[in-house]
């Protein structure tokens, strides 16, 4: 990969990764499972690695922002994720102000 | 054993024990539910070389139990040396080295100075601060080459190897034939790690104090020594030579065990002719009191009982590391051989 396309791919995935942890809240307000909510994110053109998405889980598990159960589906029991009240309160304050952010960057851009 | 099944052990081997078996348990699920998905997509069940395709995007098995580690420490001097990935390897590694070193320098320094051998206190510290000084360079530079392959090479692991296990096997590079294939990153390793032990070879033979530490004045080193440094060298420097020629030749896997087999055995020799040789230290003094007498043989017994350990050391890592090896090659030749 040439320089400047490193350089691209490195502010890409530092742009993406904050926003990820957004769209990975907004999207368990419905209750889903890891390998589902990451097809879902990849719908919406949101790719996620696997080795990312599921620690990343854990991590807002642990932080009180998700609850999980282990529960049967189909042939086989499986991990669901949701939102937590704190996760719900953090992530209307986080959807605030990714709005005030996009605003301002549209106004810096347009400028 | 499948292939999936290998790949939630190596990642399990680098997880936290009390986690584990949760961690395992979901990632399975999700792995079996995209293989599902993707057997649905086809119409048909999944070929191994599709399911480590599959494998590969989860990603380095490495990698991904650094990442559920949830601690994000790391090496960094101006830039990133050593991952979190990689780091709480690194500091295991780093305190048993230089845990087990200090404490040997430690309990050699108060025996010494206990029997009546003159130390002072800055030689001590001097002599523990050169030797935590060079195992921190020497691990940390090892470390830092094995961070550097695995941000370059994220995908060239192989799970269809069941000989080799842990993080060699993960730093290992997949071939598309699945011929077995001596690891490029195992003969740099060897290589980097002979030329360093012949620098310190080098340097203890012109200062001794790197292997005497404190007690550097007290004591004179036997002949034995002396005839045995030539082959040792030669060992050292044939092993080299070994893991040069597997790193532009890594399909030379025969000759790679064949190699290590006869240094292996060359390594007992010398050692055996360590053990064998007589005393391995006197004292500077030329008339000794009976003292001094006591503390030399009490020396020259621990330098003896250190030889043998280490020639059961080399034994068994031979036994553990070749045999198998040399088991499956003599299997591949009967196999091969015309009935």
């Excluded at chain 2, 999936?4 to 961690?23: C, E, F, S, T």
């Excluded at chain 2, 699920?29 to 997509?41: A, G, L, T």
Aim: proline share 4%.
């Amino acid at each position: 990969m040439p320089a400047d396309d490193a350089q691209f791919e490195n502010l890409r995935l530092e742009l993406r990764r904050g926003s990820l942890v957004l769209a990975v809240l907004a999207q368990l307000r419905s209750e889903q499972y890891g390998y589902t909510l990451r097809k879902t994110l990849a719908d919406h053109g949101l790719e996620i690695d696997e080795g990312t998405l599921y620690p990343l889980l854990r991590r807002l598990e642990t932080q009180g922002l998700l609850v999980s159960e282990w529960r049967e589906d189909g042939k086989r029991s499986k991990r669901f994720y949701h939102l937590s009240a704190s996760g719900k309160l953090v992530l209307k304050q986080l959807l605030a102000e990714w709005k005030s952010i996009d605003s301002s960057l549209n106004g810096i851009v347009k400028g | 054993m499948e292939l999936l099944d290998r790949y939630l052990i190596a990642v399990g081997q680098n997880l936290p024990k009390p986690q584990r078996d949760d961690i395992i348990r979901e990632l399975s699920e999700n792995i079996r539910s995209q293989f599902e998905d993707k057997e649905v997509e086809l119409g048909r069940p999944l070929s191994e070389v599709e399911q480590e395709a599959i494998l590969k995007q989860v990603g380095n098995p490495l990698l991904v139990a650094g990442r559920y580690r949830q601690d994000d420490r790391s090496l960094t001097l101006g830039r990133r040396i050593i991952g979190p990935a990689l780091f709480p390897f690194y500091i295991k590694v780093l305190w048993f080295n230089l845990g087990v070193s200090s404490l040997l320098t430690t309990l050699v320094v108060l025996a010494l100075s206990q029997a009546g051998v003159r130390i002072t206190v800055s030689g001590a510290i001097s002599s523990l601060f050169w030797t935590v000084l060079a195992q921190f360079a020497v691990i940390t530079l090892i470390f830092a080459g094995v961070e550097k392959h695995v941000s370059r090479f994220p995908d060239r692991w192989d799970l269809r190897k069941p000989q080799e296990s842990g993080l060699s096997r993960l730093l290992d590079h997949a071939e598309p034939d699945g011929a077995p294939r001596i690891s490029r990153f195992q003969s740099i390793s060897h290589f980097v790690a002979g030329a360093v032990f012949l620098v310190w070879l080098r340097v203890v033979t012109h200062s001794p104090m790197w292997m005497f530490g404190a007690a550097v004045g007290a004591f004179r080193i036997e002949p034995v020594w002396h005839h045995i440094y030539i082959p040792f060298v030669l060992v050292v420097f044939a092993g080299m030579i070994q893991a040069a020629i597997n790193f532009i030749r890594p399909d030379w896997v025969r000759f790679a065990v064949l190699a290590r087999a006869v240094l292996s055995l060359a390594g007992l020799g010398i050692l055996a002719l360590l053990a064998t040789g007589g005393p391995l230290l006197t004292l500077r003094d030329a008339v000794l009191t009976q003292a001094q007498l006591r503390v030399l043989h009490t020396v020259n017994e621990w330098f003896f009982l250190y030889v043998i350990m280490l020639a059961i050391a080399v034994a068994c890592a031979a036994i553990l590391t070749l045999g198998p090896s040399v088991l499956r090659t003599l299997r591949g030749e009967r196999a091969r051989q015309p009935r």
